[in-house]
């Protein structure tokens, strides 16, 4: 026992901080998740073990109407159904973290008044401890230039892009091998949509980069 009731009570209270922090700290994970594949499971998991977790899957919207691309090929109620059939309610699923019609507003970065909004936007009832996660090291850059406290993960060695290249494949080759890499009911969701798999599979990939992140070419320019 320590006989020094000053550094008694200094000990209790670091143990009492560090409890309070690890009980309030939010991860809010910004990501494509389109779809959801095994390794944004993995990572959510990680994340779950000491923060409370709110999934953030972007949007493109234009005059309230989401905009879908063969890189953005799932809107937000399809993905948010994904992470709730693998978590259920041991995750938040929020659409804050969505861009409005014209995109290109949202730059240059930290000078359009609009760049700002979307910090706002994103924080919007978030109301303790929290950090930003992403996979993307551009993205989490734009994120430490908002002074969002970023943490940049590393990417797993299969990306979502591969698992989507592969779904699109399978509609010339039925190859099934994609489902190996998302979970059995992501895999049964997208099944069940397999229409707007087979709908952008042939098409081009309507999307423009600027500044490391991907942005539809629809809306880009107007509202």
């Known amino acids: 026992m320590d006989s020094n009731p000053i550094a008694t009570i ?19 994970y910004l990501a494509h ?8 499971v993995e990572i959510i998991e990680e994340l779950k073990q000491e923060n409370k977790v709110v999934v953030m899957p972007v949007r ?6 989401e905009i879908n691309t063969k890189s953005f090929p799932f809107n937000f109620e399809i993905r948010k159904k994904m992470i709730e059939s693998v978590f259920g309610d ?50 989490g850059l734009m994120l ?9 993960g590393i990417r797993k060695s299969i990306s979502a892009k591969d ?4 779904i699109y494949t399978a509609v010339e080759n039925n190859d099934m091998e994609w489902k190996k890499s998302v979970p059995e009911n ?25 500044a490391g992140m991907k942005f ?4 880009y320019n107007s509202k």
């Open 144 to 152: 430490k230039l908002y002074r969002l406290n970023p943490k940049v």
């Open 186 to 210: 992501v895999a049964r969701i997208i099944s069940e949509n397999w229409d707007i798999i087979k709908k952008f599979a042939s098409g081009e990939d309507m999307t423009t980069r600027i």
């Open 60 to 65: 493109f919207l234009k005059e309230k109407q």
């Open 90 to 139: 041991t995750v938040s699923v929020s659409s804050n973290y969505s861009f409005h019609a014209p995109f290109k507003k949202y730059f240059p970065p930290l000078i359009s008044p609009k760049s700002w909004s979307l910090k706002k936007q994103i924080l919007q009832g978030i109301e303790s401890d929290y950090f930003t996660y992403t996979g993307d090291k551009a993205e």
């Open 33 to 40: 998740l389109n779809p959801v594949t095994n390794a944004h």
């Open 163 to 166: 698992v989507k290249n592969k």
């Open 216 to 219: 539809p070419k629809e809306g």
């Open 10 to 28: 200094k000990n209790q209270s670091l143990k009492y901080d560090h409890y309070y922090v690890y009980t309030l700290s939010i991860a809010i």
